[in-house]
């Protein structure tokens, strides 16, 4: 039917309308009102989304109607939104606009008066009245800048409450307060007046900052409460079992709670105050204590206690002017949950800039303790430093070798010291292996080697041989014999000069013939040297040569310089013979 | 003629004598200067000192080391490099060296030669100088061409030096083979450590051409090629840019 009927719709939509409408003109902070969009004859192009400042508007659905009546179909779109304030004021929505079959609908202003939030009375708390309620607690009447407290506040819940939910802070002012975290406590249950409440406490860090009156509250919420249904009638079951309750919006605000908030006394204020207030202790560590000039040495400085730790900062130290300072490191251990209790610990790395230190000077850190409304200074005694000129300071340990039990070494912070030793001095130059006469110094080896083979082969070629080396000791005794001819010669010792020319030629001539010397006699000239080739001069002069031995058996007297003449003789047989091949 | 030679060669002798003796005297009394100047915080005035000794041709690992720590806080990561990578070639096992030349390259940003398995200062080769690996061949050689020497003159010791000979002969090969690889990355590659701020590889080598990327002081780039006063480096991971002589300073090896 529905789809005859937009088959048949069409003319119906020419009487579009667009209205807006709030379900309530006032409201409290903390509650929330609902805007609808209501369009009739057609549906809008583009839904139109309200923007007023200070108000939280979220589209929380969208129906469609559709009826016939005397064969007219209407269509009823309608878009609802919630809107939540964030503050108290009078907000105007202003007119909206709808793209709706084509025309350019407008609807109307409308008004959304928010009221602040109340306290309930006394009377009505006591009475028990009040479903729920919360009471913001301040532990002191009078703070300073500076100063971090904890705010208690309590949320009660009647003892027939059956559930609470959907519990949103609306508004959480604080003039002169910056507000820090927020931690829920244990339950308990108190009475008050004739009823039992559940309180749930919470605890709110807050830090004043500024002097004079500060204020913090009222603070406003909003949250479900299921109550036990009011008409037990419709529950069918006894004890009020599946009971499911109904379920009411409780807008819940506290009263406003004003301090004084005090400004710091001038008088007495510490030359190195910095801002700090709280209740602290301080443990200041450095090391090393054994350094070169420019060696870094790391400086943790710990501060413990109550307070802003988040805002604690080192102060300057004018005493450490033989220092270079870099910026301090930090991190905040925090001990409990609201943050206004932990160890702040400080890393700074400073260096001696001379040799002339001898001491880290004292630390130390002022700061205002709200308890005893004064000024305490926390003072750490001088470190002791031993600081040498660059270069003697022992090499830490990621410079060392890798040891067996560092096995993660700490990242170093700076480089290494330099030496003091100059060391051996290296002339520069060219590696060696460009220089020249180190690459000639290099042949010597291998030129003795071959040396020594070249005459490892010749060696052992003469072992072998035995005519050749019968040959090359034949040659040496014919160079020594000559020498002896000479020397006999020229001593007219004729008979010891043909004697040794006699073995000479022995020698030579057995040598050739392969044969024993002590077998040569001038007989083997013409059985065998005649044999081997050799020329007839050498042969006729080999033959004198014997022949004048003979003679000098019988006549051995002649003179020097007949004797000399003989040797050249000998020395030219000897070569001729060389030259016969055996 | 003969007494003039004499006269000659002994004033040379003399005078090489006196300048040698005297330029040892000064270098210790101006690394000890250095050293003060470093020791005062004046690193700017050390880093000069010992820059000068080094113009005399005089190094030590220990002044390159020095000078690097100078060049470092005063600011020139490059030099330091530089420096420090000269030392490291003097002591490659110098561990305060090493220690130092990875802190600065630490610090270094930007594009930068990453060490491969082949660079001198890193890996098993870097245990050595060049001049270790040639000794250490060096003494293998001759080593093995006496006992080889000692066999053929008295073949008798072969059989004493039976297991020696081809253990020198193994020695040898394998001094000469790293040797050979050390030689060819010393003798062909090259490396530039960028010594100025900032420079602008470009793509081209002049002025105009356009920028290939950005290399901080302290880069170290491969050199691929020269051109007039022009490098074209790398820094390993594919970018290619060329830039002026003047911007780095080179560094034999990879």
């Given at each position: 039917m529905i789809l005859a009927a937009l088959c048949l719709g069409g003319a119906r939509l020419d009487a579009a309308t667009f209205t807006a409408s709030l379900d309530r003109d006032n409201i409290s902070l903390g509650e929330s009102a609902t805007l609808s969009l209501t369009f009739e004859g057609g549906s809008p192009k583009d839904l139109p989304m309200p923007n007023v400042p200070g108000l939280q508007i979220v589209n929380t659905g969208n129906s469609q109607n559709l009826s016939i009546q005397n064969g007219q179909m209407s269509s009823v779109v309608t878009v609802t939104y919630s809107i939540t304030p964030r503050k108290i004021g009078e907000f105007v929505i202003p007119a909206l606009v709808a793209d709706v079959g084509g025309n350019q609908l407008t609807s109307q202003l409308l008004k959304l008066a928010v009221l602040p939030p109340n306290a309930p009375p006394p009377e009505a708390v006591n009475s028990g009245l009040e479903v729920a309620f919360m009471k913001l607690t301040l532990p002191e009447k009078e703070v300073c800048p500076g100063e971090a407290l904890a705010v208690r506040l309590d949320i009660y819940l009647r003892d027939d409450v059956q559930d609470f939910r959907n519990f949103q802070f609306t508004g959480t002012p604080a003039s002169g307060f910056t507000i820090g975290k927020m931690i829920e406590t244990t339950k308990q249950r108190v009475q008050i007046g004739n009823r039992i409440y559940t309180d749930v406490p919470l605890e709110i860090a807050l830090t004043a900052n500024k002097t004079g009156l500060v204020s913090v509250g009222p603070f406003t919420a909003s949250a479900v409460v299921v109550l036990p249904s009011a008409n037990r009638a419709r529950d069918s079951f006894p004890f009020g079992m599946f009971n499911t309750g109904e379920q009411k919006q409780v807008t819940l605000a506290t009263e406003t709670l004003n301090v004084e908030s005090l400004p710091l006394p001038a008088e007495g204020t510490p030359a190195n105050f910095n801002g700090a207030i709280g209740d602290y202790t301080m443990t200041v560590t450095a090391g090393p204590t054994n350094v070169a000039v420019g060696d870094p040495i790391t400086v943790r400085v710990q501060i413990s206690g109550h307070g802003a730790l988040d805002a604690l900062t080192l102060p300057d130290q004018p005493a450490w002017r033989d220092f270079k300072a870099y910026p301090p490191t930090s991190k905040v251990a925090i001990s409990d949950q609201l943050g206004l209790q932990g160890t702040k610990t400080f890393e700074q790395i400073v260096t001696p800039?001379?040799?002339?230190?001898h001491e880290l000077p004292a630390f130390s850190f002022s700061f205002f303790d709200p308890g005893t409304k004064s000024y305490r200074t926390l003072t750490q005694p001088p470190t002791q430093l031993a600081v040498h000129s660059g270069g003697t300071t022992p090499a830490p340990m990621m410079a060392a070798t890798k040891s067996a039990n560092s096995q993660n070494p700490p990242p170093p912070q700076d480089i290494l010291p330099i030496k003091e030793q100059f060391g051996s001095l290296t002339p520069a130059g060219p590696p060696l292996l460009a220089q020249r006469a180190f690459l000639a110094v290099q042949s010597l080896p291998v030129l003795a080697w071959l040396a020594a083979f070249v005459w490892r082969k010749r060696t052992d070629s003469l072992a072998n041989n035995p005519r050749l080396r019968r040959q090359r000791r034949v040659a040496g005794l014919v160079q020594g014999g000559l020498n002896d001819l000479h020397r006999l010669a020229a001593e007219n010792n004729s008979a010891e000069f043909f004697a040794t020319l006699f073995r000479l030629l022995q020698e030579q001539l057995g040598e050739r013939l392969d044969c024993p010397s002590s077998s040569i006699t001038e007989a083997v000239i013409d059985e065998r040297l005649v044999l081997l080739g050799a020329p007839q001069p050498v042969l006729a002069s080999l033959r004198e040569l014997f022949q004048l031995c003979n003679q000098a058996r019988y006549a051995p007297m002649r003179t020097s310089g007949e004797l000399a003449a003989v040797i050249p003789q000998f020395e030219n047989a000897v070569r001729e013979l060389q030259n016969v091949k055996a | 003629m003969k007494m003039y030679l004499h006269i000659l060669l002994a004033a040379v002798a003399t005078v090489w004598i006196f300048t040698g003796s005297a330029m040892a005297a000064d270098i210790p009394a101006e690394f000890s200067a250095a050293n003060k100047l470093y020791a005062e915080g004046k690193f700017a005035d050390a880093a000069t000192t010992y820059e000068k000794i080094l113009q005399s041709k005089t190094v030590s690992p220990k002044l390159y080391f020095n000078y690097g720590n100078a060049e470092f806080k005063a600011g020139n990561l490059g030099r330091a490099i530089a420096a420090y990578r000269q030392a490291a070639q003097l002591a490659p096992r110098d561990a305060e060296v090493r220690a130092n030349l990875e802190f600065t390259r630490n610090q270094v940003q930007g594009p930068t030669l990453r060490e491969s398995r082949w660079s001198r200062t890193s890996g098993w080769l870097g245990l050595l100088t060049l001049n270790e690996w040639t000794g250490l061949a060096a003494v293998a050689l001759w080593l093995t061409f006496a006992l080889l020497t000692a066999t053929q003159i008295r073949p008798a010791l072969k059989t004493a030096l039976r297991g020696f000979v081809p253990g020198a002969v193994a020695v040898t090969l394998l001094s000469c083979a790293c040797l050979g690889v050390d030689a060819a990355i010393h003798f062909t590659r090259q490396t530039a450590v960028v010594i100025t701020p900032d420079v602008t590889a470009r793509s081209g080598p002049f002025e105009e051409a356009q920028s290939a990327f950005t290399a901080h002081n302290g880069a170290e780039l491969a050199v691929l090629d020269r051109r007039d006063n022009w490098l074209q480096v790398t820094d390993g991971s594919g970018r290619i840019g060329w830039l002026q002589r003047q911007q780095v300073e080179m560094l034999p090896g990879s």
């Open positions: 800039q001379n040799t002339d230190v | -």
